[in-house]
């Protein structure tokens, strides 16, 4: 608690700015339901009074995202992670995040040569032969440049803009303590895990702020795909790549949203959907490991109808155990089984508590809208957002780690209707899934689960005894202890404890007015202004206590 206090009062100044934001979009109540009176009072007085006012009459979507394009690339990076949760937001909301984008304009050259003389050991002007200073493109984290190697190489810097990280840790840390408040004080959001969410986010973009990290995803993928020459990956220059700087491999191609160019230089689109399609599928159910964002600008279209993929930094990770949840699951969209998904989503409940009854019929009629649909009117996306709308209806959310695969899915198949209008991406997809079942089944993953198994069966025969001896011996010296965990519970017990101090001192105020009249009647001893001295000195501690008490209660109320 006393880190956590530490933490926040070290970022005070940016907390203020964020719930002033906040506030000058209207979202007042929410900072103070939130518990953050204190940080509500400071900010108000820097605000204009008609500020809310302007901004009153928007859409509540709309007055967020103005708020997150305000406060920065940390909560703009956050909203675009948040537009992959079609289960925790409804349609208006997804298309508003939607349009967050993460291109600011570049910083000048001569503030990043400070940071890239000390990354290289001298001047960029030395070790590259030439070098552009103007960028030709800019996002939150870092910029591009181009340049030549010594021996005419073309390559692309991708430079950290300068101090971007002490901004960011203190965003996240200030993210980290909202995300423990929401779970906290508004308990229906807990089923969205905002703690869990954030955790991940932020996980993600630390690693997105070492380049390095992005050259070895790059690396990663070069090898998953080192027998497939359709598929390109930029080379790495170890030699010059460090945490603020990532050197590559400069590629030349159409970019991945101009398809006429595509058309004009001879390539077959048909081709590229195709390839596009099989290449995220391989690196989801195959690999489990896939770039989180495929969208048309980190695509490239090369001679003889190749493709490379760019911007390795945002990528997913998904365990065996989850790919074949995955793939069960796809199977079962596909053959339209309700029984499995239910099982599905059930799984991923955990310990929500749903009603089964209405998920189960939920699901029946969700499927049933695509009974009679052919593949070619069957939109998979479009699928995916009814189905995590049915979640939503249900008290269920997506789990944090496969929001961002759903949303590459989405994304794949709008880049591959682009390419090809009767682009289906079931049909890639089949495959893929039966691929995953069969190796399932096949007799060395049979064998290596039974050998499991046999192990887990075994560590608990021998350990059983020895666990209920010590259980046996800690019952007879009646150490078991039955623990209650209450949420909330630290909260009630301050109300409680506040209530009982004002209770104790009301009656120390009535005994106090009660003796002090008492000791009025009484003729003889000290006297004060005329009047008996102990009884004006019990009168006027009275009063100071009852003042007090009626303070403590107005302010309480103000806090409820």
Known sequence: MIRETVSVMRDFGRLREIAGIFIRYGWGDAIKRLGLNNVLGRANHLLHPKAALEVMHLPPEVRVRLAIEELGPTFVKLGQVLATRADIFPPHWIAEFSKLQDMVPPVPFDELLPELEATLGRSPFEVFKELDRQAVAGASIAQVH???LQDGTPVVLKIRR???????????RLLSHLGRL?????????????????????KSLRKELDLAAEGRNTDHFARNFKDNPDVVFARIYWEFTSEGLLVMECINGIAGNDTQQAQQAGLELKRLAALGADTLLKMVLIDGFFHADPHPGNVFYLPDNRLAIIDCGMVGRITAERRDQIADLLASLVSRDYETILDILIAWAGNVQINEAKLA???????FNYESASLRQISFGRMLSDLTTVMRENNLSIPPDLSMLFKALITLEGLGRQLDPDFQIVRHLTPFVKQVIYARYMPAALLKRGQRGV?????????????????????????????FDLKRLDHFGHQIDHSTNRLTLGLLTSALIIGSSIVMTVKGGPTLFGLPAFGFLGFFIASVFGVWLMISIWRSGREN
């Open 146 to 148: 181009t340049a030549r």
């Open 162 to 172: 300068p101090n971007i990280r002490a901004r960011i840790d203190a965003d996240l």
């Open 182 to 202: 929401l779970e906290s004080e508004m308990p229906e959001m807990r089923r969205f895990q905002p703690g869990k969410i954030i955790g991940q986010f932020s």
């Open 361 to 367: 019929s939920d699901l029946d009629e969700f499927l």
């Open 455 to 483: 192990l887990d069966v075994l560590n608990l025969a021998t350990t059983l005894p020895r666990d209920f001896a010590k259980m046996v011996q800690e019952i007879r010296r009646g150490r078991v202890k039955i623990e």
